[in-house]
């Protein structure tokens, strides 16, 4: 398994992390927008590089066929934070590895 290239370090605030990405070199706000531990987390995550910020929320599920519901929460928050419908991508499941 690949070794991930930072430490997150804790804010003063819960479920709010910051890290810097050696391999992209740029520094990152990551905040755990929301978790219901037997099935899925919602990460926020600003990446900021060169003086220019982009947003990446990604959807954590437990099971290959997350909700619905789950789905739409994701959309719903993506959308929110001023993500274009174009942008949001939900991928298909991945097959069994050969």
């Not at 991930?4 to 391999?23: C, E, H, M, V, Y």
């Not at 599920?61 to 928050?77: E, G, M, N, Y």
Request: aromatic share 10%.
């Amino acid at each position: 398994m690949p070794q991930a290239d930072f430490d997150l370090q804790k804010t003063d605030i819960p479920g709010k992390f910051t890290f810097r990405s050696q391999r992209w070199a740029n520094e990152n706000d990551m905040r755990v927008v929301e978790v219901k531990y037997d099935e899925y987390s919602l990460v926020h995550t600003i990446k900021t590089k060169a003086g220019s910020s982009y947003i990446l929320n990604k959807l954590y599920s437990r099971t290959q066929d997350p909700s619905q519901a789950v789905l739409d929460k994701f959309t719903k928050f993506s959308l929110e934070q001023g993500i274009l419908p174009e942008n949001i991508a939900i991928l298909p499941k991945n097959g069994p590895c050969s």
